[in-house]
Each structure stands twice: as structure tokens, then as C-alpha cells.
């Protein structure tokens, strides 16, 4: 039960330095924007790269990832038809299809896309006792969810419409691009220098920190879940992600895909991670849904403590 407590607890002192940091007003009004670009095109994709060119590439094809990627679906799925009915009467004929487009998917994003690196990696090390059970969560965000969500973005943003654009946006976006090379390197088993490693672990050690700088930072000025700021959507995503996500993992892992006990422990407090701080990213790299978001990854990352530490106390396997 520590690795939970010690993976929130590093998250939580980080976000309250970059908190700090903007309210004291040192560090300039643009700091957080030059973080989340920074992070965004380099430091982020360097850490994608040392991370999936090491992974055991064979984790990919599993139940585990199955129920995984069912789950997400499933609750995708909740998100948008639940989110319709929260749009009726809310005004949002206002706002701009594209941009309604753009806010739906951060939307559905924040219920279904998990912190598998910062939080993921600390629960997956210190409670389910390997790394390697958030590998393939890893891969399946960032090499199918993030070039869905990140091409829907650079449509909706540049208001146009191409399959080309969105065919090619892979090879455009510098996070994806560098988990392709990653994976490429894993699966064909292609030596890394030390002189090419090294300097890109080093870049990369500074993109989670970026993140979680650059997310304080959002926190000032800002009351969480003010009027106005689409806090009903934040709570039907929080309440899907934490709550209703890992019973779908559950019911999936136990009556369909037969998983052991260990691995439905695994892939039920998998889907009880809180929503990733690149969901935030994404909405600040393209200024759509910020304010959505950042609170959503917030009231995630308080409610997934408690949530858990129920899935422990409820499924962890006794030794």
C-alpha cells in the first residue's frame, strides 16, 4: 500500500511547487506555456523513446491488453452518449462545432486515458510488484489513442478536414513519432549507443517534471470547478474514470477473458489510475478544454488514493 501513497505523494509535491511557483510570480507569465512546449516537443519524447525501446515487446499481445482496450472502449463509448445529454441546455450552441468536437474528445480522453508513466509506473513497481503490467497500457495510448485523439485536435483546430493530414499525423507529432522509433528499436532489438542513451535519458527525466510544473501552474488564478467551466462534464468523466472503468476492467478480466488473480488485480487497479497529465497537455499544446482537463486530472488523481486502496483491499492476492 506504500507505492500508492509514494507515487501520489511525488505527484502531489511537484504540482504544488509549480503552484507555488505562479503564485509567487517569479518565474514569469509564460513559464507554463514554454513548460508544456518544451515538454510537448522535447523532453517528453525523449522519455518515450528510452521507455519503449527498452520494453519486452511481447507484452503487447495478452488478455491483459485486450481487457484493457475493451474497457477503454466501453467507457468511450459511456462518455460520449452521456455527454450528449449534458450538452442539451447547457448553451453550448454557442461555442463553435470544432471546438465541441475538440472539448468532447479531451472529454473522453480524461474518462478513459490513464497515468501509466508518473503514477502508473510507481502503483505497477511498488503494489502489483512489476513494470512490466503497465507496459502495454503504455504502448496501446500512445501508439493508438494519442494519434486519435492528437489528429481529431489538429482537425478540429486547423478547421480543414483531410485524410492525408490525418494519416500523416503521426509522423508530425514529435511524442508519437519518437514512440514509434521506441518500439522499432524494442522489436527489432537495435543497439543504442551510450552516447546517444545518456543524453536523451537525461532530456527525458525532465518531462514529467515539466508536466506536473506546468499543471500548478494552471492551478492558480483558477478555481476548480467553477460555474461555467464544464464541471458537469468533469464530474461524468472523473466518475467514469475512477469508478465505473474499474468494475468494466473487472467484469471483462473475471467472466470474459478468464484473467489469474494477479493479473485481474493488475488490470482493475490499472484502470483505477487517474486521468494522465498528457490528456492536460494535449489541451494546452492546442488551447482547447484546458479548463476541462486540468480539473478533471486533479479530482482523478485526489479520488484514485482512495479507490485504490479499496482494489487492494479487495483483490490484491495473498502471498
Given at each position: 500500500?506504500?507505492?500508492?501513497?509514494?507515487?501520489?505523494?511525488?505527484?502531489?509535491?511537484?504540482?504544488?511547487?509549480?503552484?507555488?511557483?505562479?503564485?509567487?510570480?517569479?518565474?514569469?507569465?509564460?513559464?507554463?506555456?514554454?513548460?508544456?512546449?518544451?515538454?510537448?516537443?522535447?523532453?517528453?519524447?525523449?522519455?518515450?523513446?528510452?521507455?519503449?525501446?527498452?520494453?519486452?515487446?511481447?507484452?503487447?499481445?495478452?488478455?491483459?491488453?485486450?481487457?484493457?482496450?475493451?474497457?477503454?472502449?466501453?467507457?468511450?463509448?459511456?462518455?460520449?452518449?452521456?455527454?450528449?445529454?449534458?450538452?442539451?441546455?447547457?448553451?453550448?450552441?454557442?461555442?463553435?462545432?470544432?471546438?465541441?468536437?475538440?472539448?468532447?474528445?479531451?472529454?473522453?480522453?480524461?474518462?478513459?486515458?490513464?497515468?501509466?508513466?508518473?503514477?502508473?509506473?510507481?502503483?505497477?513497481?511498488?503494489?502489483?510488484?512489476?513494470?512490466?503490467?503497465?507496459?502495454?497500457?503504455?504502448?496501446l495510448q500512445l501508439l493508438l489513442f494519442a494519434p486519435i485523439v492528437l489528429g481529431i485536435l489538429d482537425v478540429t483546430t486547423s478547421?480543414?478536414?483531410?485524410?492525408?493530414?490525418?494519416?500523416?499525423?503521426?509522423?508530425?507529432?514529435?511524442?508519437?513519432?519518437?514512440?514509434?522509433?521506441?518500439?522499432?528499436?524494442?522489436?527489432?532489438?537495435?543497439?543504442?549507443?551510450?552516447?546517444?542513451?545518456?543524453?536523451?535519458?537525461?532530456?527525458?527525466?525532465a518531462g514529467v517534471p515539466m508536466v506536473l510544473l506546468a499543471f500548478g501552474m494552471s492551478l492558480h488564478g483558477d478555481r476548480v470547478?467553477?460555474?461555467?467551466?464544464?464541471?458537469?462534464?468533469?464530474?461524468?468523466?472523473?466518475?467514469l474514470k475512477i469508478a465505473v472503468m474499474p468494475v468494466v476492467a473487472w467484469a471483462l478480466g473475471r467472466f470474459v477473458f478468464d484473467?489469474?488473480?494477479?493479473?485481474?488485480?493488475?488490470?482493475?487497479?490499472?484502470?483505477?489510475?487517474?486521468?494522465?497529465?498528457?490528456?492536460?497537455?494535449?489541451?494546452?499544446?492546442?488551447?482547447?478544454?484546458?479548463?476541462?482537463?486540468?480539473?478533471?486530472?486533479?479530482?482523478?488523481?485526489?479520488?484514485?488514493?482512495?479507490?485504490?486502496?479499496?482494489?487492494?483491499?479487495?483483490?490484491?492476492?495473498?502471498?
Open positions: 500500500m506504500s507505492g500508492v501513497l509514494v507515487g501520489f505523494s511525488i505527484i502531489g509535491f511537484v504540482i504544488l511547487v509549480g503552484y507555488l511557483i505562479e503564485r509567487a510570480g517569479f518565474a514569469g507569465p509564460s513559464a507554463g506555456f514554454v513548460l508544456n512546449r518544451v515538454a510537448f516537443f522535447v523532453a517528453m519524447p525523449a522519455l518515450l523513446f528510452t521507455v519503449l525501446s527498452r520494453t519486452d515487446v511481447r507484452v503487447v499481445f495478452s488478455r491483459f491488453l485486450l481487457t484493457t482496450l475493451c474497457s477503454v472502449l466501453i467507457v468511450v463509448a459511456l462518455y460520449l452518449v452521456a455527454s450528449r445529454f449534458l450538452g442539451r441546455g447547457s448553451g453550448s450552441g454557442a461555442v463553435p462545432r470544432r471546438d465541441r468536437v475538440a472539448e468532447t474528445v479531451l472529454g473522453a480522453a480524461g474518462a478513459s486515458y490513464v497515468n501509466s508513466n508518473n503514477i502508473g509506473l510507481p502503483v505497477a513497481i511498488y503494489v502489483l510488484g512489476s513494470a512490466h503490467y503497465v507496459a502495454p497500457v503504455l504502448l478547421g480543414r478536414l483531410s485524410f492525408r493530414a490525418v494519416a500523416t499525423q503521426p509522423l508530425r507529432n514529435p511524442m508519437i513519432l519518437a514512440s514509434l522509433c521506441g518500439l522499432i528499436v524494442a522489436v527489432f532489438g537495435i543497439p543504442i549507443p551510450e552516447a546517444v542513451f545518456a543524453p536523451l535519458d537525461i532530456l527525458g527525466g470547478l467553477r460555474p461555467g467551466s464544464g464541471r458537469r462534464k468533469v464530474v461524468l468523466a472523473a466518475v484473467l489469474s488473480p494477479a493479473e485481474l488485480f493488475a488490470v482493475v487497479s490499472v484502470a483505477a489510475l487517474p486521468t494522465a497529465q498528457n490528456v492536460f497537455n494535449f489541451a494546452a499544446r492546442y488551447n482547447r478544454g484546458t479548463v476541462v482537463a486540468r480539473d478533471t486530472v486533479l479530482i482523478t488523481t485526489l479520488a484514485a488514493v482512495p479507490a485504490l486502496i479499496v482494489i487492494a483491499a479487495l483483490l490484491a492476492p495473498v502471498a
